[in-house]
Protein backbone atom coordinates (compact mmCIF):
# COMPACT_ATOMS: atom_id res chain seq x y z
CA UNK A 1 0.00 0.00 0.00
CA UNK A 2 1.80 2.59 -1.24
CA UNK A 3 1.25 6.77 -0.48
CA UNK A 4 -1.42 6.54 1.90
CA UNK A 5 -1.91 10.41 3.21
CA UNK A 6 -4.59 11.69 5.47
CA UNK A 7 -6.88 14.22 4.91
CA UNK A 8 -7.09 17.49 6.41
CA UNK A 9 -10.34 19.95 6.43
CA UNK A 10 -9.92 21.52 3.25
CA UNK A 11 -11.44 21.08 -0.78
CA UNK A 12 -10.61 17.53 -1.58
CA UNK A 13 -11.91 16.52 1.60
CA UNK A 14 -15.13 18.22 1.48
CA UNK A 15 -15.53 17.29 -1.93
CA UNK A 16 -14.92 13.83 -1.43
CA UNK A 17 -17.73 14.32 1.69
CA UNK A 18 -19.95 15.92 -0.30
CA UNK A 19 -19.87 13.21 -3.27
CA UNK A 20 -20.38 10.67 -0.93
CA UNK A 21 -23.29 12.29 1.40
CA UNK A 22 -25.33 12.34 -1.76
CA UNK A 23 -25.50 8.36 -1.28
CA UNK A 24 -25.26 7.34 2.30
CA UNK A 25 -25.59 9.52 5.84
CA UNK A 26 -22.37 9.75 6.87
CA UNK A 27 -23.15 9.52 10.91
CA UNK A 28 -22.94 6.68 13.30
CA UNK A 29 -23.42 5.67 17.02
CA UNK A 30 -21.31 3.49 18.18
CA UNK A 31 -22.38 1.22 21.36
CA UNK A 32 -22.88 3.65 24.24
CA UNK A 33 -22.28 7.07 22.86
CA UNK A 34 -23.51 9.66 21.16
CA UNK A 35 -24.18 9.95 16.81
CA UNK A 36 -21.63 11.68 15.22
CA UNK A 37 -19.51 12.15 11.89
CA UNK A 38 -16.71 10.13 10.60
CA UNK A 39 -13.96 9.39 12.31
CA UNK A 40 -11.51 9.93 9.80
CA UNK A 41 -10.19 9.77 6.12
CA UNK A 42 -7.59 8.60 3.99
CA UNK A 43 -6.46 9.01 0.81
CA UNK A 44 -4.56 6.48 -0.91
CA UNK A 45 -2.86 6.92 -3.98
CA UNK A 46 -1.86 3.76 -6.53
CA UNK A 47 -3.50 2.19 -3.39
CA UNK A 48 -1.47 -1.45 -3.85
CA UNK A 49 -0.16 -0.56 -7.00
CA UNK A 50 -3.61 0.01 -8.77
CA UNK A 51 -4.35 3.13 -10.47
CA UNK A 52 -6.08 6.63 -9.13
CA UNK A 53 -6.84 7.55 -6.21
CA UNK A 54 -8.94 5.25 -3.71
CA UNK A 55 -10.29 6.84 -0.42
CA UNK A 56 -11.06 5.02 2.80
CA UNK A 57 -14.21 7.14 4.70
CA UNK A 58 -13.36 5.09 8.90
CA UNK A 59 -16.70 5.20 10.14
CA UNK A 60 -15.43 3.77 14.57
CA UNK A 61 -12.34 4.82 15.85
CA UNK A 62 -9.74 2.08 16.59
CA UNK A 63 -10.83 1.74 20.43
CA UNK A 64 -15.00 1.47 19.24
CA UNK A 65 -14.26 -1.88 17.09
CA UNK A 66 -11.80 -4.82 16.76
CA UNK A 67 -9.66 -3.19 14.44
CA UNK A 68 -11.23 0.24 12.94
CA UNK A 69 -11.87 -1.44 9.47
CA UNK A 70 -14.79 -2.48 10.20
CA UNK A 71 -17.75 -0.42 8.82
CA UNK A 72 -15.07 1.59 6.31
CA UNK A 73 -16.52 2.87 3.03
CA UNK A 74 -14.13 2.84 -0.03
CA UNK A 75 -14.48 5.16 -2.30
CA UNK A 76 -13.26 5.89 -6.09
CA UNK A 77 -14.74 8.71 -7.11
CA UNK A 78 -13.40 9.05 -10.88
CA UNK A 79 -13.82 6.06 -13.32
CA UNK A 80 -10.70 4.11 -13.71
CA UNK A 81 -9.49 4.29 -10.07
CA UNK A 82 -8.70 1.15 -8.34
CA UNK A 83 -6.69 -0.94 -5.60
CA UNK A 84 -4.83 -3.65 -6.62
CA UNK A 85 -4.22 -6.88 -6.51
CA UNK A 86 -3.51 -7.74 -2.49
CA UNK A 87 -4.14 -10.45 0.09
CA UNK A 88 -5.00 -10.08 3.53
CA UNK A 89 -3.40 -13.25 4.61
CA UNK A 90 -0.56 -11.84 6.75
CA UNK A 91 -3.26 -10.21 8.72
CA UNK A 92 -5.76 -13.03 8.67
CA UNK A 93 -8.70 -10.67 7.63
CA UNK A 94 -11.64 -11.33 5.50
CA UNK A 95 -13.74 -8.73 3.81
CA UNK A 96 -17.20 -8.40 2.90
CA UNK A 97 -17.79 -5.52 -0.07
CA UNK A 98 -21.48 -4.20 -0.10
CA UNK A 99 -21.86 -2.07 -3.65
CA UNK A 100 -23.39 0.96 -2.14
CA UNK A 101 -23.44 3.35 -5.34
CA UNK A 102 -21.94 3.09 -8.99
CA UNK A 103 -20.81 0.37 -10.87
CA UNK A 104 -16.89 -1.68 -11.44
CA UNK A 105 -15.15 -4.50 -11.44
CA UNK A 106 -14.19 -6.94 -8.60
CA UNK A 107 -11.30 -9.40 -9.57
CA UNK A 108 -9.77 -12.31 -7.74
CA UNK A 109 -7.72 -14.70 -8.15
CA UNK A 110 -5.71 -17.55 -5.98
CA UNK A 111 -2.04 -16.92 -5.11
CA UNK A 112 0.28 -14.25 -7.12
CA UNK A 113 -0.19 -15.86 -10.65
CA UNK A 114 -3.51 -17.88 -10.61
CA UNK A 115 -6.65 -17.27 -13.25
CA UNK A 116 -8.42 -13.98 -12.84
CA UNK A 117 -12.09 -14.26 -11.78
CA UNK A 118 -13.97 -11.13 -12.75
CA UNK A 119 -17.71 -10.02 -11.82
CA UNK A 120 -18.82 -6.60 -13.13
CA UNK A 121 -20.22 -4.83 -9.89
CA UNK A 122 -23.21 -2.51 -9.57
CA UNK A 123 -25.54 -1.73 -6.52
CA UNK A 124 -26.27 -4.08 -3.89
CA UNK A 125 -24.03 -6.55 -5.14
CA UNK A 126 -21.73 -8.17 -2.23
CA UNK A 127 -18.09 -9.95 -2.75
CA UNK A 128 -16.71 -12.00 0.04
CA UNK A 129 -12.56 -12.07 0.50
CA UNK A 130 -11.02 -14.88 1.64
CA UNK A 131 -8.03 -14.01 3.47
CA UNK A 132 -5.54 -15.77 1.17
CA UNK A 133 -7.17 -14.71 -1.86
CA UNK A 134 -5.92 -11.89 -4.18
CA UNK A 135 -8.14 -9.00 -5.49
CA UNK A 136 -9.25 -5.95 -6.59
CA UNK A 137 -11.38 -3.44 -7.37
CA UNK A 138 -11.85 -0.87 -10.19
CA UNK A 139 -14.28 1.67 -10.85
CA UNK A 140 -15.99 1.08 -14.54
CA UNK A 141 -18.43 3.75 -14.36
CA UNK A 142 -18.61 7.34 -14.71
CA UNK A 143 -20.14 7.98 -11.21
CA UNK A 144 -18.25 7.31 -8.34
CA UNK A 145 -18.28 3.80 -6.87
CA UNK A 146 -18.86 3.59 -3.00
CA UNK A 147 -18.65 0.34 -1.29
CA UNK A 148 -19.11 -0.12 2.41
CA UNK A 149 -16.45 -2.55 3.91
CA UNK A 150 -16.73 -5.00 6.81
CA UNK A 151 -13.19 -6.76 7.82
CA UNK A 152 -12.95 -9.20 10.09
CA UNK A 153 -10.06 -9.34 12.19
CA UNK A 154 -8.93 -13.01 13.19
CA UNK A 155 -5.97 -12.88 15.37
Same mark, same amino acid.
Given at each position: ????????E??E?????????????????????????????????????????????????????????L????????????? @?? &??????? #??? =???? *??? !?????????????????????????????? @?? &??????? #??? =???? *??? !????
Amino acid at each position: MSGTVLLSEGEEFDHVIQEVSKYINLYVMAFGKEERAIARLEKRENMYGGNGTVYMIQMFDQEELANNRLAAYMVLLNKGDES @GF &HTHNLRN #EEE =LYVV *VHG !TGEYRERTGTEGTIRKKTLQKGDITAISSI @GY &HSVENTG #EAP =LIMF *VIT !TNNP
